[in-house]
């Protein structure tokens, strides 16, 4: 009996303390902030993740990588290697070239819109629209006039008077098509030393009666003792990266 009325007091003692505090606390608050610095902040959020998203199409829509990866797969073929160097290492080595070729573009992209609109100093518009400007210049010197009239007709858009009125949906694709031209231009020059390589080698077996010997056993080696001398993947990068303008 003792030990329930002990129970009942502390209870009570407890009650008695706990209804002032109560009497005194706030209300919790779960409204959302719409300040706005707090919606900047999730608009540069949002964005942030949307480029990760579409980063890759736009490394191969609007920057030197697509021309120099053709470049590089071709070399491979053209040497008889189909799986040497391995795509990997192409692409961290196209990534790099790209980097290089494209550093003035970057550096002019993030001074004059990725910085400002960080800082909050630029709206979402107004950085599109600087970032556009150093790429759409990029893209404007190396597109032919042909390849740009073709797509203004395929979209059948109104003929431009202006380089400022022509649309980014028809410089892109008209930008790529000149790479993959570009690319394999250069892919056909890089091709013919090795052709005339698998041409000697053929003629030589055929004359000494060797017919069941294939060619590209005795062409490989013959191919890389010639392509290594001459340093030919330096000379083939620098041509590479001089080829932008």
């Not at 959302?32 to 959020?45: F, G, V």
């Not at 990534?95 to 290089?100: R, S, Y």
Request: glycine fraction near 6%; aromatic fraction near 8%.
């Amino acid at each position: 009996m003792r030990g329930r009325l002990a129970g009942y007091a502390l209870a009570a003692a407890f009650t008695a303390c706990a209804f002032p505090l109560a009497a005194h606390a706030q209300p919790a608050s779960f409204g959302i902030a719409s300040a706005p610095a707090d919606t900047a902040q999730a608009l540069r959020i949002v964005l942030g993740l949307t480029l990760l998203a579409v980063v890759p199409a736009l490394l191969v829509c609007v920057t030197s990588f697509l021309r120099i990866i053709i470049v590089l797969s071709m070399l491979r073929q053209a040497i008889g290697m189909p799986e040497t160097p391995p795509n990997p290492v192409l692409i961290g080595l196209a990534l790099f070239l790209t980097l290089f070729t494209m550093a003035p573009v970057l550096h002019t992209l993030n001074q004059g819109a990725l910085q400002p609109f960080m800082n909050g100093t630029l709206g979402m518009e107004g950085a599109y629209a600087k970032g556009m400007e150093p790429l759409r210049d990029f893209m404007m010197r190396q597109t032919r006039e042909q390849d740009l009239a073709l797509m203004i007709e395929l979209s059948k858009a109104p003929a431009p008077q202006t380089v400022a009125e022509v649309g980014n949906v028809q410089l892109v694709p008209a930008f790529m098509l000149s790479e993959l031209r570009a690319a394999f231009q250069i892919g056909f020059v890089l091709f013919l030393p090795f052709l005339l390589i698998d041409l000697v080698v053929s003629s030589v077996l055929m004359a000494l009666g060797m017919m069941m010997m294939p060619p590209t056993t005795v062409a490989l080696p013959l191919k890389i003792l010639m392509f290594i001398p001459v340093d030919g993947w330096s000379l083939v990068l620098k041509a590479l990266v001089g080829s932008f303008h």
